[in-house]
């Protein structure tokens, strides 16, 4: 649960902190599978190339979440809320949920976002 509870401060922390950045990823495992949107990416190169993108169109984001509770499938999910300020469009909000599994080591393999606003992760 450790993991799972600094995903998202580590997410917030680390578009202003290499230290962070490395942090952040280092609690993926390498063959990382996540869903946004119902579309799937794999592997840690392209988790990292997202947040990347995330950080290249937000000045500020900030995460808050209810807690990871988990699931009769062995999986984790929590509901979400996040305040950011985009570069072209100012501030927003957005809620949703994400759905977690970790694997033998504690490390996320698996990680699937469920926005309310489909838009959220369009481009």
Known sequence: MKTLDAYFILFDEARYSEESFDKLNDLFNDDIEFVLN???????????????GVYQTNKDLKHMHNGWIEQEDGTFKTHWA????????????????????????????????????????SN
């Open 82 to 121: 996040i305040c950011g300020n985009r570069f072209e469009t100012g501030v927003y909000t957005q809620e949703g949920i994400d759905i977690a599994r970790l694997d033998n080591e504690g490390k996320i393999i698996y990680l699937e976002n469920q926005p309310k606003d489909q838009t959220l992760f």
């Open 38 to 52: 119902q579309k799937t990416f794999k592997g840690k190169d392209a988790w990292k190339q997202f947040v990347k």
